[in-house]
């Protein structure tokens, strides 16, 4: 099982400020890696697949890269609608796996 | 615009069974691979199961295996879960979802609003 982990588990904030998210594989997945997004009360929202390419709709101030197992999410400028709990996942392999979640949070 | 609603979560005691069901609109449904992912209250998400989109090929976690059954049936453009021999730490909202293209098993793109399950005495 490839495992997925995700730092820090709590970022605080102020709006408009760069947050800088990180996930790392416990093996190589091929760049078959995804972010997405939960707000409290919502369902998950994809952001980024392949690793670098934002889903449909998703707003240019968020930006995925990737070193190898390392994976980064980028947010430029923070939004008020941006602190949210973000979760990384392989579709690389099975069983397909998340990160514990990165916490946004207003400072 | 894609939809996805799932039905069929409630109360059940451990040991017993439930069906859920996710009713999918606004695209080609046997096109598409089709997943239910889960969350257990206050935590992360955990993948539970994946059909593809002929309904041929079936992919579990490990807790799912020999409990549950993931199903379709693209005459109804419906996805299923048959859970069995429910346990307590089964308790969580299972969401249904899309992959995000008709090729392979990618991200999930879509996602249901979710049903709670929950598996008490």
């Known amino acids: 099982e490839i495992v997925m982990t995700q730092s820090p588990a709590t970022l605080s904030m102020s709006p408009g400020e760069r947050a800088t998210l990180s996930c790392r594989a416990s093996h190589g997945i091929n760049n078959n890696f995804a972010w997405y997004q939960q707000k409290p009360g919502q369902t998950p929202r994809l952001l980024i697949y392949g690793a670098s390419t934002r889903a449909t709709g998703v707003p240019d101030r968020f930006s995925g890269s990737e070193s190898g197992t390392e994976f980064t999410l980028t947010i430029s400028s923070l939004q008020s609608d941006d602190f949210a709990i973000y979760y990384c996942q392989q579709y690389n392999n099975w069983p397909r796996t998340f990160g514990q979640g990165t916490k946004v949070e207003i400072k | 615009e894609v939809e996805l609603v799932e039905s069929g979560g409630g109360l059940v005691q451990p040991g017993g069974s439930l069906r859920l069901s996710c009713a999918a609109s606004?695209?080609?449904?046997?096109?598409?691979?089709m997943s239910w992912v889960r969350q257990a209250p206050g935590k992360g998400l955990e993948w539970v199961s994946t059909?593809?989109?002929?309904?041929?090929?079936?992919y579990n976690a490990d807790f799912a295996k020999g409990r549950f059954t993931i199903s379709r049936d693209n005459s109804k453009d419906t996805l299923y879960l048959q859970m069995n021999s429910l346990r307590v730490e089964d308790t969580a909202v299972y969401y249904c979802t899309k992959d995000q293209d008709s090729y392979g098993y990618l991200a999930f793109a879509n996602w249901g609003q979710g049903t709670l399950v929950t598996v008490s005495s």
């Open positions: 606004g695209f080609t449904f046997n096109n598409y691979a």
């Open positions: 059909i593809s989109g002929s309904g041929g090929s079936k």
